[in-house]
């Protein structure tokens, strides 16, 4: 595991760093001005994880009435399996209440095993089910409520 971690919010300047960890996890990424887009928004936010100065990871939400709509997790391929992800959401969902969250939703493919034991050790629950959400491939989204 890197030495020093550090969770702090997204800067302009990270966009490019985010936007490549976007495109090597996701089929479908966000493109550069989705995350501009969450830095410039009053509700929204967008963490990054650092490991010694390096970003490997990110998280975003945006509060819609009062309910945290996690909109992405991504860690590098090589640095996952080490907490980063759960110590990012953590830090994700108190930053989330600080700016009026009081429940928090999420969607996750339904194959993704290991992000849904990680969203379920941080409380969330399986609440339903959006058919064929996802492309590339098709799958299905399990919708995980955190009350």
Not at 28 to 43: L, S
Not at 74 to 96: H, M, S
Request: no cysteine; glycine share 8%; net charge negative.
């Amino acid at each position: 595991m890197a030495s020093e971690v550090t969770i702090r919010p997204m800067t302009d300047e990270d966009v490019p760093a985010v936007s490549a960890i976007e495109e090597a996890t996701f089929s479908m990424p966000w493109k550069p001005d989705d995350f501009r887009e969450m830095i410039r928004r009053d509700n929204m936010t967008y963490l990054v994880v650092e490991t010694d100065g390096k970003i490997v990871g990110g998280a975003g939400m945006r509060n819609i009435l009062g309910d945290g709509e996690i909109t992405n997790v991504a860690i590098l391929a090589e640095y996952r399996r080490q907490g980063l992800g759960k110590r990012l959401l953590v830090e994700l969902l108190k930053t989330g209440k600080e700016l009026g969250a009081d429940a928090f939703t999420l969607e996750v493919r339904a194959g993704n095993e290991a992000a849904i034991r990680l969203y379920e050790s941080l409380g969330f629950v399986s609440e339903g089910v959006r058919p064929d959400f996802y492309e590339r491939p098709r799958e299905d989204a399990l919708i995980m409520w955190k009350r």
